[in-house]
């Protein structure tokens, strides 16, 4: 019972724990802006023209069931931003597995 308990622990969010995005828009900041917004921010929302991407610092903090991936993001300038931090959904993430 014990180990049942502390395993709920771990796996459920705490709203301590929890951090709000940030919505930017790509089109503004160039790709150090970028960067240093995500690093800051800790969530961040980036949006590229219709649609967008989140953007989570450091890596290991996605959510269950995303996974961290490489992006490539057009910024301000007009120059190619790579940046490591994007989370995805994964589904061969175990919590992706089931029909909910």
Do not use: W
Request: proline content about 5%.
């Amino acid at each position: 019972m014990r180990s049942l308990i502390l395993a709920a622990a771990f796996l459920l969010p705490t709203g301590a724990l929890a951090v709000e995005a940030v919505e930017v828009n790509a089109r503004d900041h160039s790709c150090r802006e970028l960067a240093q917004i995500i690093q800051q921010r800790k969530a961040v929302f980036v949006r590229m023209g219709i649609g967008g991407r989140s953007f989570r610092y450091p890596p290991a903090r996605c959510r269950l069931g995303d996974k961290y991936d490489i992006a490539r993001v057009r910024a301000a300038n007009g120059e190619m931003c790579v940046l490591n931090y994007e989370c995805v959904y994964d589904p061969q993430s175990f919590y992706n597995r089931f029909p909910k």
